[in-house]
């Protein structure tokens, strides 16, 4: 095949993928979701620890006293929307905290059942609440609005005073 039916090809195949859903943000590692540790950490199937940046989760494994409320429920969303499933990373700043967990923005990328942005819908359904840092704060806006919503609306962690 000649050097232009190459660039053709992948020209082509450039056109035809699908819009990153991110585009604004560092593509990262791709990986497996072979573990949800709570409602805002996984670890993929390289080994990788990932926190879900700008997100907050009850936490169900606290040292010292019982989980938060509501801590089993968003863990076991977070565990419905990515267990098993392929996901990418990608990075709105910082991208290593000190322990060398992933700092992302997480995006399911298989046909495994739907797109999610996995921060997004953790905010949207009432399972975490927003929480910005100057590093890693792209697309607080968007997140904050969804948590406005799910307040209001009184779902997972707002379902209470």
């Known amino acids: 095949m000649s050097r232009f039916g190459i660039w053709?090809?992948?020209i082509w195949l450039a056109?035809?993928?699908a819009p990153s859903p991110l585009p604004d943000m560092e593509p990262g590692e791709i990986g497996r979701v072979v573990n949800v540790i709570d409602g805002d950490a996984l670890v993929l199937d390289t080994g990788q620890?990932?926190?879900?940046?700008?997100?907050e989760a009850p936490v169900l494994y606290p040292r010292d006293r019982a989980?938060?409320?509501h801590?089993?429920?968003s863990a076991r969303l977070l565990e419905d929307l990515a267990l098993g499933r392929?996901?990418?990373?990608?990075y709105p700043g910082l991208t290593r905290d000190r322990y060398d967990r992933a700092l992302a923005l997480v995006v399911t990328e298989d046909g495994a059942g739907p797109q999610y942005w996995l921060n997004?819908?953790?905010v949207r359904r009432g399972a975490a609440w927003v929480r910005l840092y100057p590093d890693t704060a792209a697309r607080g806006q968007a997140l904050l609005?969804?948590?406005a919503r799910a307040r209001a609306e009184r779902l997972g962690v707002w379902a209470t005073a």
């Open 86 to 90: 392929r996901v990418r990373l990608y």
């Open 120 to 122: 997004e819908e953790m």
């Open 71 to 73: 801590a089993a429920e």
């Open 49 to 55: 620890s990932v926190r879900l940046v700008s997100i």
């Open 145 to 147: 609005e969804l948590e």
């Open 15 to 17: 056109a035809c993928s």
């Open 67 to 69: 989980p938060d409320p």
């Open 8 to 10: 053709g090809i992948c």
